[in-house]
């Protein structure tokens, strides 16, 4: 049932009520149109395009991603640009409308105008038969809606992250402000990036809803909660003022989880940890009378970085996460596969193998002691302020390094959030939760110092994974962007002392790029080792494959397998990353086919239970992904394969793990 917002003292009425029942004030009809998923409600006549259709001869349809209540958006390739463009079209009951047609193209005009870094970019607008499109740029990452739903209960993001959207989104609407007023600012318009960048939707569609056939002064087309008083009595005659009052509405929702509705409580009364300045901004942008609030983004946006200025100065005395008034939510941390973590290089073959692990005692020495070190030790048996001090003295180099590479602008970021949560919860005492989210911030931090030693390696972000229907907490990590090839695991039988495997050592040309295979689960550990990593877990692999922002646990892309997008069937391997389709969320290739990979989980892990080494010889391992012999697989299938097996469907890939504790970080750094 919808709700009416009073436009006088914002009291949040029921539907069908003609007055306030609070002021007696004439209320706006609001008609709201619902937006069905895409692939649920409005029937397949609202679809007007076909996976591989080609779209006025330029646009190859990849897939169907969204369906809002006024039209579909496609995910298509450019093939004149030549990369992955957004469609957008309007629903077939609006292109009989000659006006609202004729809106859709002018106010796409207008979008066309704006180029910002904060800003969707739109590149073509046209007609393909009776249908009217406009295509922009394909946005990777999440909505604030999504950003905001995903964070557990009880619990908000940091208000200095609030902040750093709230900045982006008020410089968008700095520059857009000399062209047009967006009109409908609300989380779902406000995308975050996987560089954490904020990018603002629907410029076009906003000013749509002006249309004198849609929209009267006592009718109202939009999000009403979002939507200044003067907007609500009448959405034609609005400024900038009117997108400052959602900019404060949907910063009083991230810190609060909720809208403000009727007399809005002061954000302080509810989440103490919001310093009181902020709280003033906040209450300035919601005024009801535009004249009381900021004339201008410009000048919201100066508010803004006064206040973000005296927090990292402490002046205020704050520098949290804030956290909703009531019990801190606490999360337990398991090891994935227990004991394994800690697993080097073991004396299985003979000398050759011992002599190698010989010469990495001090590497596998310092894992063990960073895995005995992770968030499963006892609350109280870590030096928190010692984290903190040393976090620190860190700072200034990760903001170096991570200005200094383009993949990792994002990471600190993350790492300055994380910093700031685990201090404040453990200000609360929500000791162990502040102890498990300090060892994150460390990873984050220590992450874009790594850059030299992890090329050809995706960064995999903290996060879960649900393996056989359990979820699993899986620490941040590197992960090879493609399973090894034949012709590195050849250098590395060369370069060992002594040599390995002589008939691997040499490659013929046309094969370097093939994954190496017909490896037993030791020799590719030799392989990891050599290289400093190791390889992954069963929950690492798994996570990487389709945990995170994953469209689903089977397949990279949405929907059932198809044909010819990943090497299943395929009757031999192909040169690593040849299925453009078969790359993860996380940016690996080849996990739904090419070839299986293994990992270092065991199949029963109580073989592993006691530390005898001898234990382990001959036991099944977890194998993960489908391979070119066989039929596609799902990615959350798993298989299992005997410790020596010599197999020409299995390969691997390895993964680097961050130090999550101050001797771990510091051996580290001095190795690189």
């Given at each position: 049932?919808a709700?009416?917002?009073c436009?006088r003292c914002f009291?949040?009425n029921?539907e069908?009520?003609e007055r306030?029942?609070?002021?007696g004030?004439p209320?706006?009809?609001?008609r ?8 649920a409600?409005g029937?397949d006549?609202d679809i007007l ?10 646009y ?10 006024m039209?579909?958006?496609?995910k298509?390739?450019?093939n004149?640009?030549?990369?992955t463009?957004?469609l ?5 009951q609006?292109?009989k409308?000659r006006l609202?047609?004729?809106?859709f193209?002018?106010?796409a005009k ?11 970019r739109?590149?073509d ?10 295509s922009?740029?394909y946005?990777?990452?999440?909505s604030?809606r999504?950003?905001?739903?995903a964070?557990?209960?009880?619990r908000?993001l940091?208000?200095?992250?609030a ?5 982006e989104l008020c410089a968008?609407?700095?520059?857009a402000?000399?062209y047009?007023?967006?009109?409908d ?12 960048g904020?990018?603002l939707?629907?410029?076009g ?5 002006a ?9 109202v ?10 907007q609500?009595r ?8 009117a997108?400052?009052?959602?900019v404060?509405v949907?910063?009083y929702?991230?810190?609060?989880g ?9 954000v302080k009364?509810?989440?103490a940890?919001?310093?009181?300045e902020l709280?003033?901004?906040i209450t300035?942008?919601?005024e ?5 609030r ?5 000048e919201?946006?100066r508010a803004?970085?006064?206040v ?5 100065n402490d002046a205020?005395?704050?520098?949290a ?7 801190g939510?606490?999360?337990p941390y398991?090891k ?8 080097g290089?073991?004396a ?5 193998l ?5 010469r990495r ?9 960073a895995?005995?070190e ?7 048996a870590m030096?928190f302020?010692a ?5 620190e ?7 170096s390094?991570?200005?200094n590479?383009e993949?990792?602008?994002a990471?600190y ?17 929500r000791t162990?939760?502040?102890?498990a ?16 030693v992890t090329?050809?390696m995706v960064?995999v ?5 649900a393996?056989?229907g ?6 941040p990590f590197?992960?090879d962007?493609?399973?090894?090839t ?5 250098t ?6 002594g040599?390995?495997?002589d008939g691997?050592a040499?490659v013929p ?16 550990q030799?392989?990891a ?6 390889l992954p ?6 996570h990487a494959?389709?945990g995170?922002s994953?469209?689903?646990d ?6 059932d397998?198809?044909a010819g ?5 395929g009757?031999?391997?192909a040169p690593?990353?040849s ?5 993860t ?15 270092r ?5 109580s ?11 001959g036991?099944n ?8 012999g066989t039929?596609p ?6 298989a299992s394969a005997?410790?020596g ?7 691997f890939?390895?993964?680097l793990e961050i130090?999550?504790?101050i ?5 580290l750094l001095s190795?690189?």
């Amino acid at each position: 049932m919808a709700k009416i917002k009073c436009p006088r003292c914002f009291y949040v009425n029921s539907e069908g009520e003609e007055r306030c029942a609070k002021c007696g004030t004439p209320l706006p009809k609001i008609r709201i149109e619902a937006k069905p998923t895409p692939g649920a409600g409005g029937g397949d006549s609202d679809i007007l395009f076909r996976r591989g259709q080609i779209v006025a001869n330029r646009y190859s349809v990849l897939n169907l991603i969204g369906r809002g209540g006024m039209g579909c958006i496609y995910k298509v390739h450019d093939n004149t640009l030549g990369e992955t463009v957004a469609l957008k079209t309007l629903l077939p009951q609006f292109l009989k409308d000659r006006l609202v047609v004729e809106r859709f193209f002018n106010e796409a005009k207008i979008a066309r105008k704006l180029a910002h870094p904060n800003v969707v970019r739109v590149h073509d607008i046209g007609t393909a038969g009776k249908v009217v499109y406009i295509s922009m740029e394909y946005l990777q990452g999440k909505s604030l809606r999504a950003l905001l739903e995903a964070q557990p209960t009880g619990r908000r993001l940091p208000v200095k992250q609030a902040l750093r959207i709230i900045d982006e989104l008020c410089a968008s609407l700095e520059y857009a402000h000399q062209y047009t007023i967006h009109r409908d600012i609300k989380p779902e318009n406000v995308m975050i990036g996987t560089d954490g960048g904020v990018k603002l939707m629907d410029f076009g569609i906003s000013k749509l809803m002006a249309n004198t056939r849609m929209t009267g002064a006592s009718v109202v087309m939009g999000t009403p909660f979002y939507m200044s008083p003067e907007q609500l009595r009448n959405s034609r005659d609005v400024d900038a003022r009117a997108d400052v009052f959602s900019v404060g509405v949907v910063l009083y929702e991230i810190l609060t989880g909720n809208v403000p509705t009727g007399v809005p409580k002061p954000v302080k009364e509810i989440v103490a940890e919001v310093p009181d300045e902020l709280d003033k901004v906040i209450t300035k942008c919601v005024e009801p009378d535009p004249k009381d609030r900021y004339q201008n983004a410009t000048e919201l946006r100066r508010a803004i970085a006064e206040v973000r200025s005296r927090m990292e100065n402490d002046a205020l005395g704050v520098a949290a996460q804030p956290a909703v008034r009531g019990r801190g939510m606490r999360i337990p941390y398991r090891k994935v596969a227990g004991v394994l973590v800690t697993l080097g290089l073991v004396a299985v073959t003979g000398g050759t193998l011992y002599a190698l692990e010989e010469r990495r005692t001090s590497l596998i020495e310092a894992a063990a002691v960073a895995a005995t070190e992770t968030p499963d030790t006892p609350a109280g048996a870590m030096n928190f302020a010692a984290y903190v001090d040393f976090i620190e003295a860190l700072r200034n180099r990760s903001r170096s390094a991570a200005q200094n590479s383009e993949r990792f602008t994002a990471l600190y970021t993350e790492a300055e959030g994380l910093r700031d949560m685990a201090v404040e919860n453990h200000r609360a005492g929500r000791t162990e939760f502040a102890n498990a989210k300090i060892r994150e911030a460390l990873q984050y931090y220590l992450a874009p110092m790594m850059d030299k030693v992890t090329a050809g390696m995706v960064f995999v972000p903290a996060g879960k994974v649900a393996i056989d229907g359990i979820a699993v907490s899986v620490p941040p990590f590197f992960m090879d962007e493609t399973e090894v090839t034949m012709e590195s695991f050849a250098t590395f039988c060369r370069q060992v002392d002594g040599g390995w495997r002589d008939g691997l050592a040499q490659v013929p040309e046309a094969q370097r790029d093939y994954p190496i295979v017909n490896v037993p689960y030791y020799d590719a550990q030799a392989y990891a080792a050599w290289c400093r990593k190791k390889l992954p877990t069963d929950a690492q692999w798994a996570h990487a494959a389709y945990g995170g922002s994953a469209p689903s646990d089977a397949f990279p892309w949405e929907g059932d397998y198809e044909a010819g997008a990943c090497n299943c069937g395929g009757g031999a391997p192909a040169p690593v990353g040849s299925f453009g389709r078969d790359l993860t969320w996380s940016g690996c290739y080849d996990m739904v086919g090419n070839v299986s990979e293994w990992t270092r989980t065991p199949e029963d892990a109580s073989d592993f239970m006691g530390g005898d080494q001898d234990a382990w010889f001959g036991k099944n391992m977890i194998v993960r992904g489908g391979n070119y012999g066989t039929a596609p697989q799902p990615l959350n299938h798993a298989a299992s394969a005997a410790y020596g097996l010599i197999n020409p469907a299995i390969g691997f890939r390895c993964v680097l793990e961050i130090p999550a504790t101050i001797q771990g970080a510091q051996d580290l750094l001095s190795s690189l």
